[in-house]
Every structure is written in structure tokens, then in C-alpha cells.
């Protein structure tokens, strides 16, 4: 057990549709950062939010946004929803443990887009 | 971040040593070498990292070539539990940064 809870589990949508994926970090950890994985683009990062502020992007469609909260829990909207954004979504947080860049990921939100 | 090759997969029996080569002849001075590994559709997870010297802990050995354009990860006495991809990240050092991971290495562990 990473720490890093997300939800929901799984995710089934029809194309056009929105979703809100959410992640909680480890406890003392201020980064947050989203990634996507599809069979066709491996693991990619979509962005990190520090302590409320976004920090770094990746390649993140504009369809989608993110944001942190004061409590530094994080979200991750989906929106106009295609067939080819059907993924695993994690989540991993990192600032507590003392090492510079270990990540701790989350289970994961499977979303699929029918 | 350097680019990285990694062979596509390895076998190992359970047991033995697993031995994970991993090129990255681009690497510039400032950039530590990570691993990560993916169990099966889990969250990646953090096994070691090193700079220039090699480095021990409770789950793995990392080697890194003198001139630092290779290394090697070691898990001792593999189990089938550490079937998985393994991915070598070159990282600069500093803040925490986002992780740019390849194709990795899928080791299977035998019994």
C-alpha cells in the first residue's frame, strides 16, 4: 500500500461524456502528478500540481484539466470523452519520504470510454 | 532527460540473480539513474536510484559503469513476485520532477 488512494476503481462512459478522477496523496507529500497509460503510448505524464500551484505539463490534451486543492487532494477532468482516451490514470504523489524523485503511485483509475 | 535502451524482455529462474542491463550513453553529469518497476497493471513502484557509485538496499543492487553510460540493476534472489517491467530513468537531480518512462524491461521469473 503506496498511501495514494484514487478513485473510483473503474470507470465506464460513453464518448462526449465528463469525468472527475480523484487522487489523495501520501500524508506530508506536496506534489501531486497525473499519468496516463494506454497499450499504444505506454506510461506518459500528463502534469504535477506543488502545493496547489501547477508546477510542470506534459502531454496533456486540452480537453483535460487538473487542479489541487488546499487540502492537496487532486483532480483530474476528462471532458468531450473519445474512444482512444480509454486508459489506466494514475496518480502518485512524492516531497515526504526524503528522496529526491520516488514517486509513490497510486492503484489507478481504469477508464473506459464505450 | 537522456534517452535509454532497454532489452525488451528477460527471463530469469526463480531464485537466481536477475541481472537488468540498461543503456544510457547520453546521461549528462547531473542526472542520477532511477528504477521503477510495474507489477501487472499496478502503480509503478520505486526500487533505487544512484548517481556514480554503486548502491544497496533492502530490494536491489544498482551497478553504474565507471563512465556512467550503463548500468545494471540487481535483485539478488528473484522471486515470481518480482515479475514485472522494469523501467531505468535518468533524472536530473533537484526538485521532483515528472518521470519519462520507455518501454522497459518485462522480466519473468520462472519457477
Known amino acids: 500500500d503506496s498511501g495514494v488512494t484514487q478513485t473510483p476503481k473503474h470507470l465506464i462512459t460513453a464518448t462526449g461524456q465528463r469525468v472527475t478522477l480523484r487522487c489523495s496523496p501520501r500524508s506530508g507529500d506536496l506534489s501531486v502528478y497525473w499519468y496516463q497509460q494506454s497499450l499504444d503510448q505506454g506510461l506518459q505524464f500528463l502534469i504535477q500540481?506543488?502545493?496547489?500551484?501547477?508546477?510542470a505539463k506534459g502531454n496533456i490534451l486540452e480537453r483535460f484539466s487538473a487542479q489541487q486543492f488546499p487540502d492537496l487532494h487532486s483532480e483530474l477532468n476528462l471532458s468531450s470523452l473519445e474512444l482512444g482516451d480509454s486508459a489506466l490514470y494514475f496518480c502518485?504523489?512524492?516531497?515526504?519520504?526524503?528522496?529526491?524523485?520516488?514517486?509513490?503511485f497510486g492503484p489507478g483509475t481504469r477508464l473506459t470510454v464505450l | 532527460d537522456a534517452k535509454t535502451t532497454q532489452p525488451p524482455s528477460m527471463d530469469c529462474a526463480e531464485g537466481r540473480a536477475a541481472n537488468l542491463p540498461c543503456n544510457h550513453s547520453?546521461?549528462?553529469?547531473?542526472?542520477?539513474v532511477y528504477w521503477y518497476r510495474q507489477i501487472h497493471s499496478q502503480g509503478p513502484q520505486y526500487i533505487i536510484h544512484?548517481?556514480?557509485n554503486n548502491e544497496t538496499n533492502e530490494m536491489a543492487s544498482l551497478i553504474i559503469t565507471e563512465d556512467r553510460k550503463s548500468s545494471t540493476l540487481i535483485l539478488p534472489h528473484a522471486t515470481l513476485r518480482d515479475t514485472a517491467v522494469y523501467y531505468c530513468i535518468p533524472l536530473s537531480s533537484g526538485s521532483a520532477r515528472q518521470l519519462t518512462f520507455g518501454s522497459g524491461t518485462q522480466l519473468t521469473v520462472l519457477p
Open positions: 500540481y506543488y502545493n496547489g500551484e501547477e508546477r
Open positions: 547520453t546521461i549528462s553529469g547531473n542526472e542520477y
Open positions: 544512484g548517481l556514480k
Open positions: 502518485a504523489s512524492s516531497g515526504s519520504s526524503g528522496v529526491y524523485n520516488e514517486q509513490f
